[in-house]
């Protein structure tokens, strides 16, 4: 099973500011197979990027999607205020596994 | 509009049974393949199951398998999850998604609004 390591755990930022989320697997995983998912209390997962880098449909280009092998990052470029959430990333393999999620929170 | 709606959760003792189900609507639910997905209270997400568009090669997670069996009517749009010999680590909001894939490139693009499975004595 691949193992998908998030961090930080919990990300405390200002409204505007840049937040930057890393994805470590523990063995290289196609960019094809790699996703991330954006959940809100009480809401299920939507999907933000899938193949590492491509945005899903209505998706707002501050959104963005990097990485390969082993390393993947979700960049979002100025925070709105309905972006802090929990973030999940994905790999799709015959056996699909989260990562445990990053939390951005308001500041 | 594109839409799933699961239903059958509610509170089972553990050992016992559960059957979920999961409504499609405004796409052609037999032409995607279908995932369960649960969430524990306070915990993050983790798959469970998967079948293919056709029903045939299903895949399970190993806390699972054995014991869930996923299913579907495509004559009815539904996706079912049977549940049996369940146990307190069962105990999870319960939600159906569709198989997305693009070139290649494959996620989870709709999702229900999830259903409630608590298993206690």
């Known amino acids: 099973e691949i193992v998908l390591t998030q961090s930080p755990g919990t990300l405390s930022l200002s409204p505007g500011e840049r937040a930057t989320l890393s994805c470590r697997a523990s063995?290289?995983?196609?960019?094809?197979?790699l996703a991330w998912y954006q959940q809100k209390p009480g809401q299920a997962p939507r999907l933000l990027i899938y193949g590492a880098s491509s945005r899903a449909t209505g998706i707002p280009d501050r959104f963005s999607g990097s990485g390969s092998g082993t390393d993947f990052t979700l960049t979002i470029s100025r925070l709105e205020p309905e972006d802090f959430a929990v973030y999940y990333c994905?790999?799709?393999?015959?056996?699909?596994?989260f990562g445990q999620g990053t939390k951005v929170e308001i500041k | 509009q594109v839409q799933l709606v699961e239903s059958g959760g509610g509170v089972v003792q553990p050992g016992g049974s559960l059957r979920l189900s999961c409504a499609a609507s405004g796409f052609t639910f037999s032409s995607y393949g279908m995932h369960w997905v649960r969430q524990a209270p306070g915990k993050g997400l983790e798959w469970v199951a998967y079948i293919p568009y056709d029903g045939t090669n299903k895949h399970y997670a190993d806390s699972v398998k054995g014991r869930f069996t996923i299913s579907r009517d495509n004559s009815k749009n539904t996706l079912y999850l049977q549940m049996n010999s369940l146990r307190a680590e069962d105990t999870a909001v319960y939600y159906c998604?569709?198989?997305?894939?693009?070139?290649?490139?494959?996620?989870?693009?709709?999702w229900g609004q999830g259903t409630t499975v608590t298993v206690s004595s």
């Open positions: 994905q790999q799709y393999g015959t056996s699909p596994t």
């Open positions: 998604a569709k198989l997305f894939e693009s070139g290649g490139n494959y996620g989870m693009d709709v």
């Open positions: 063995q290289s995983v196609s960019s094809n197979y």
